[in-house]
């Protein structure tokens, strides 16, 4: 009895842990709209910040539509190699000044785990026309 309870505890502990880290495109929409004032995610048009549109494997700094606008700071990174893979991505979302120092998104980040995990689940999928 007491292995049957303890199978399903930790069958339940995997499975929170894997939608956690593979996040949920649905509820990231939800969080992005925190964003939407200043970015785009499923057109490429920007507006005060960069479009997101195909983001995630994008070297920092790089969009040709908003090169002229970039902070010099962000420049810099991209030309020092950073990519917005899951890992930068998460770092970024959770302290931009700190993982790109001098950048100009006035946004200070977001405090929760899940949100960010979901942001980038909605960052990776397919925009929906």
């Known amino acids: 009895m007491l292995r049957a309870i303890?199978?399903?505890?930790?069958f339940l502990l995997a499975s929170g842990l894997a939608a956690h880290a593979g996040g949920d495109a649905a509820l990231g929409k939800k969080v992005f709209n925190r964003c939407i004032?200043?970015?785009?995610?499923?057109?490429?048009?920007d507006k005060v910040?960069?479009?997101?549109?195909?983001v995630v494997g994008r070297k920092a700094g790089s969009a040709e539509s908003f090169a002229g606008h970039y902070s010099q700071a962000m420049k810099d990174a991209g030309a020092?190699?950073?990519?917005?893979?899951?890992?930068n991505l998460t770092?970024?979302?959770?302290?931009?000044?700190?993982?790109?120092?001098?950048?100009?998104?006035?946004?200070?980040?977001?405090?929760?785990?899940?949100?960010?995990?979901?942001?980038?689940?909605?960052?990776?999928?397919?925009?929906?026309?």
């Open 49 to 54: 910040g960069p479009h997101l549109l195909g």
């Open 91 to 129: 770092e970024y979302l959770k302290a931009p000044r700190q993982k790109v120092p001098g950048n100009r998104m006035a946004f200070t980040g977001l405090t929760s785990d899940d949100d960010i995990a979901n942001v980038i689940a909605y960052l990776k999928a397919d925009p929906k026309p």
């Open 80 to 87: 020092a190699g950073l990519v917005w893979d899951e890992a």
């Open 37 to 45: 004032a200043c970015h785009e995610a499923e057109t490429d048009r």
């Open 6 to 10: 303890s199978s399903a505890a930790l």
